[in-house]
């Protein structure tokens, strides 16, 4: 068990509906990490939160967007979903230094 | 960002030694090298990291090579748990986490 907590585990919804993923980090980390897996573009870096300011942004759609709150837990808003953002969507958190990062055990999103 | 290079997948038998190598020949003096794991239907965990000495934590052994072109991860007794696909990393500073492929390591009773 990473400490990292990530709900819901499944998530099945439809083409052009809106979806939001949330993640606990281990307690007193400050950074958060999103992550995108899937079958054709394997584990993929979205988005860094650092005690609630964006600090580095990967390959994020402008459908998605994610936000860090003052207890530190992260959302991650994904809309007008397609049948290709179907993935496992991975949350991450390390301390102040960064030097590791723990995973959660992701969440399952199927777009039918 | 530096480039790794790891076979597509390795097997070993249960309680042998296993030698996973990384070729990262592009290396900068700042790369950290790290290493991370993914169990089946888990999210990855981090398994080790070392920037030029070799490292040894309760998971395994980080060799680097002298001249940091290439390293290897050492399970000294794998276990059919460690069955997993094995990432290689070069991070530099406060620099986000570029998974490659990685190598699928299969491991036989």
């Known amino acids: 068990d990473s400490g990292v907590t990530q709900t819901p585990k499944h998530l099945i919804t439809a083409t052009g509906q809106r979806v939001t993923l949330r993640c606990s980090p281990r307690?007193?980390?400050?950074?958060v990490y999103w992550y995108q897996q899937s079958l054709d573009q394997g584990l993929q870096f979205l988005i860094q939160?650092?005690?609630?300011?964006?600090?580095a942004k990967g390959n994020i759609l402008e459908r998605f967007s994610a936000q860090q709150f003052p207890d530190l837990h992260s959302e991650l808003n994904l809309s007008s979903l397609e049948l290709g953002d179907s993935a496992l969507y991975f949350c991450?958190?390390?301390?102040?230094?960064?030097?590791?990062?723990?995973f959660g055990p992701g969440t399952r999103l199927t777009v039918t | 960002d530096a480039k790794t290079t790891q076979p597509n997948s390795m097997e070993s038998n249960e309680e042998e030694p296993v030698h996973l190598p990384c070729n990262h020949s592009?290396?900068?003096?700042?790369?950290?090298i790290h290493w991370y794991r993914q169990l089946p239907s888990q999210g990855p965990e981090y398994v080790i990291h070392?920037?030029?000495s070799n490292v040894n934590n309760r998971m395994a052994s980080l060799a680097i090579a002298e001249d940091r072109k290439s390293s290897t991860l050492i399970l000294h007794r794998a276990t059919l748990r460690d069955a997993a696909v094995y990432y290689c990393?070069?991070?530099?500073?406060?620099?986000?986490?570029?998974f490659g492929k990685g190598t699928m390591l299969l491991v036989s009773p």
């Open positions: 991450a958190s390390s301390d102040v230094t960064d030097s590791e990062q723990y």
């Open positions: 307690s007193g980390d400050l950074s």
């Open positions: 939160y650092y005690n609630g300011e964006e600090r």
């Open positions: 592009t290396i900068s003096g700042t790369d950290y």
């Open positions: 070392g920037l030029t």
């Open positions: 990393i070069l991070r530099s500073g406060y620099s986000t986490l570029t």
